[in-house]
Every structure is written in structure tokens, then in C-alpha cells.
């Protein structure tokens, strides 16, 4: 999927599942296939170490400036629990499971099948993201079992 104007993600997770991280690179990566793009991200989470709700707002445009960091309607949103969405609006859903408005991915679950750890997860959603965005198959700054989890995440997108 190329992105023509304006493009919105939303990524909610708890503390600890690595979502600031992923979505540094994947911003990086943004910025490296939309130089010309207007690109702001955002984090919000409270101070809860573990557990806490994460949630991590990217804007795209290819037009204009951004003004607005935080926004509830989006053109896709990733959950890697199952949060309640009274707030957000989303075209597009990924989310973990037993949702009927949304593609079911649990990214926590493939990481614990293929890696015996939850850690990998963040590494999962980034492979299926840089998929569907088409931003490539590699990142040549992970370690072999970071970019072994992209590459699984790359490959579940179809």
C-alpha cells in the first residue's frame, strides 16, 4: 500500500511490550521512503513500569504540515491487547483476537511459538507493518533475532 496524501496509524500496547521502540524504526523507515512527507509521531503512556497503557500516534502527509499529534479517527489501528476502543475510529483494525471488526493478529503469541518470549512481538508488528506500507524486508540495525522477527511479521502479511 502506497500512501498518496495523508495517512494516520495508531498503535496501542502496555508498558513493556516495546512499542516506543518499534515505532521509532518504523518512523525512520517512513522518513527514508516519504522524504518529502510531513511525518510527526507521538507517545503517550503513563508511568506504570509494566502493564501500562501505550499509545503511540503516526502521522503522514504528503501535502502539508501536520498540526494535530493526537487524534482518535485513523486509517489503521494496532492493538496488541484487546483495549477498549470507545475513543478511536479506525478503518482499518489489527488486533490480537476475537474481533469481529478486525484482521486477528497476536503478535505476543507468534513471538512466544517462534521465540519461547513475548519479547519478540514489537519486532512481529514491525515486519507486518513495514509489509503493508511497503517500507522493505530488512533493517539492517537489529540483531539476528530481531530481524529473524521481522522477518516472520513481514511474512504473515498478504
Not at 52 to 72: A, D, Q, R, V
Amino acid at each position: 500500500m502506497k500512501i498518496k496524501n495523508s495517512y494516520k496509524l495508531i498503535i496501542l500496547g502496555s508498558a513493556g511490550n516495546g512499542v516506543r521502540m518499534m515505532c521509532r524504526i518504523l518512523v525512520k523507515n517512513l522518513n527514508e521512503k516519504y522524504p518529502n512527507a510531513s511525518i510527526t509521531y507521538y507517545f503517550d503512556y503513563d508511568s506504570t513500569v509494566r502493564g501500562g497503557k501505550t499509545t503511540s500516534y503516526i502521522s503522514i502527509n504528503n501535502k502539508k504540515p501536520i498540526h494535530e499529534f493526537i487524534f482518535s479517527k485513523c486509517d489503521l489501528l494496532v492493538q496488541f491487547k484487546n483495549f477498549r476502543l470507545n475513543n478511536f475510529e479506525a478503518q482499518e483494525i489489527i488486533a490480537p483476537e476475537n474481533s469481529k471488526k478486525a484482521e486477528n493478529i497476536n503478535f505476543e503469541k507468534k513471538a512466544l511459538k517462534n521465540f519461547k518470549t513475548q519479547l519478540y512481538a514489537n519486532m512481529i508488528a514491525l515486519g507486518y507493518l513495514s509489509a503493508k506500507l511497503q517500507l522493505g524486508d530488512k533493517i539492517d540495525s537489529l540483531d539476528e533475532l530481531n530481524q529473524k522477527a521481522f522477518k516472520l511479521g513481514y511474512s504473515l502479511f498478504k
